[in-house]
């Protein structure tokens, strides 16, 4: 075994073991790579369907959406688990008429509710609470979506944050960019606050997964002098 694996190797391995998707998925992610457009991708989109189907998620909201990749993978997950509602939420007038075709296209168009406009201030006066949140805003905007998550995420529910790696910035002890350091604070506040559980998943640009948690967690308690630590 080699002594330290080769990181696009790996995503490439992880990539090709994506079962065989539709032609106009396909022809998504060919778009995405002419005009560096940035999706999700194959792995993590995988990884998202995946992730929605465990939980039985039939309410999803989707904060910051292009041109409907990511949605595809979500509403199939909704479809499966006996249907509901993905929320669609871009600035672009554009984008949102291309997510359109391409997700009638997919036959998953009726799953959709579009909306144009700013992403966080939708998720605040959306109705209801949702099964999961999916954050691909811009970065510096990551630690200020997290109140508003937190309102709208029902108990029990998953949020998925992409690019948690950040292309590799958040490593970068000299990177202090609004973007990177938006990254970090999120996965700080995630990762330290009982009232989450998380984990990072490296897939693609790395996707941070949490759950929220069902009630107050019990506190711990004290550990009697001596005892061995767990």
Same mark, same amino acid.
């Given at each position: 075994?080699?002594?330290?694996?080769?990181?696009?190797? *790996?995503?490439?391995?992880?990539?090709?073991? *994506?079962?065989? $998707?539709?032609?106009? !998925? $396909?022809?998504?992610?060919?778009?995405?790579?002419?005009?560096?457009?940035?999706?999700?991708?194959?792995? +993590?989109?995988?990884?998202?369907?995946?992730?929605?189907?465990?939980?039985? +998620?039939?309410?999803?909201?989707?904060?910051?959406?292009?041109?409907?990749?990511?949605?595809?993978?979500?509403?199939?997950?909704?479809?499966?688990?006996?249907?509901?509602?993905?929320? =669609?939420? *871009? &600035? /672009?007038?554009?984008?949102?008429?291309? +997510? $359109?075709? =391409?997700?009638?296209? !997919?036959?998953?168009?009726?799953?959709?509710?579009?909306?144009?406009?700013?992403?966080?201030?939708?998720?605040?006066?959306?109705?209801?609470?949702?099964?999961?949140?999916?954050?691909?805003?811009?970065?510096?905007?990551?630690?200020?979506?997290?109140?508003?998550?937190?309102?709208?995420?029902?108990?029990?529910?998953?949020?998925?944050?992409?690019?948690?790696? &950040?292309?590799?910035?958040? !490593?970068?002890?000299? /990177?202090?960019?609004?973007?990177? $350091?938006?990254?970090?604070?999120?996965?700080?506040?995630?990762?330290? /606050?009982?009232?989450?559980?998380?984990?990072? !998943?490296?897939?693609? /640009?790395?996707?941070?997964?949490?759950?929220?948690?069902?009630?107050?967690?019990?506190?711990?308690?004290?550990?009697?002098?001596?005892?061995?630590?767990?």
């Amino acid at each position: 075994m080699p002594d330290a694996l080769d990181w696009i190797q *790996v995503q490439r391995y992880v990539s090709a073991l *994506v079962p065989d $998707r539709d032609e106009e !998925l $396909r022809e998504m992610e060919s778009y995405a790579a002419a005009t560096s457009f940035p999706i999700v991708g194959p792995a +993590a989109g995988q990884a998202c369907y995946l992730i929605a189907r465990i939980l039985g +998620a039939r309410r999803v909201f989707e904060l910051g959406s292009g041109y409907g990749y990511s949605t595809a993978w979500f509403a199939r997950a909704v479809r499966e688990n006996g249907g509901g509602e993905v929320f =669609h939420v *871009v &600035w /672009d007038e554009g984008l949102s008429a291309g +997510a $359109r075709r =391409h997700l009638a296209a !997919l036959g998953l168009g009726d799953l959709v509710r579009y909306h144009v406009g700013e992403a966080v201030e939708a998720l605040r006066h959306a109705e209801g609470r949702f099964d999961l949140i999916f954050n691909d805003i811009d970065k510096q905007g990551y630690p200020d979506s997290l109140p508003v998550i937190e309102e709208k995420l029902r108990p029990g529910g998953v949020l998925i944050v992409d690019n948690a790696l &950040w292309h590799g910035r958040v !490593l970068d002890g000299d /990177d202090g960019s609004a973007a990177t $350091r938006g990254v970090r604070e999120l996965t700080r506040r995630l990762t330290r /606050d009982a009232g989450w559980a998380t984990s990072l !998943l490296p897939i693609r /640009d790395g996707l941070l997964v949490a759950l929220r948690a069902t009630a107050e967690p019990s506190p711990r308690p004290p550990r009697r002098a001596g005892a061995p630590r767990a």
